[in-house]
Nanobody
Framework: QVQLVESGGGLVQAGDSLRLSCAAS????????MGWFRQAAGKERELVAAISGSGSRTYSADSVKGRFIISRDNAKNTVYLQMNRLKPEDTAVYYC????????????????????RGQGTQVTVSS
């Protein structure tokens, strides 16, 4: 089992950058595929980025491609989401999620497959 704690959210202006962090407890962090998803008020959850256990493969949603970068540091049991050129429509609660993967190269792009998630961190982008 793994516990996830997000940090780094806040209130920023359009065009600014933020870096979210997700610290994971437990062993064998590199065996977990990780993802970031978000949920805005009144909207469906959206997977914005995902990364394989080894970090060799990533996925980004079209809505954030070219602006958001997911990465991980397995030595620190941490996954990051670098968010650049933020827009008001990026306003949401951001959650990190984890799922044990059979291979270090697996990226999980189906939000519903993640077994664990954190409590979330609020990101608000003003225009």
């Amino acid at each position: 089992q793994v516990q996830l704690v997000e940090s780094g959210g806040g209130l920023v202006q359009a065009g600014d950058s933020l870096r979210l962090s997700c610290a994971a407890s437990g062993r064998a962090f590199s065996s977990y595929a990780m993802g970031w998803f978000r949920q805005a008020a009144g909207k469906e959850r959206e997977l914005v980025a995902a990364i394989s256990g080894s970090g060799s493969r990533t996925y980004s949603a079209d809505s954030v491609k070219g602006r958001f970068i997911i990465s991980r540091d397995n030595a620190k049991n941490t996954v990051y989401l670098q968010m650049n050129r933020l827009k008001p429509e990026d306003t949401a609660v951001y959650y990190c999620a984890a799922h044990p993967a059979i291979s270090g190269g697996v990226v999980i792009m189906n939000l519903n497959l993640y077994a664990y998630r954190g409590q979330g961190t609020q990101v608000t982008v003003s225009s």
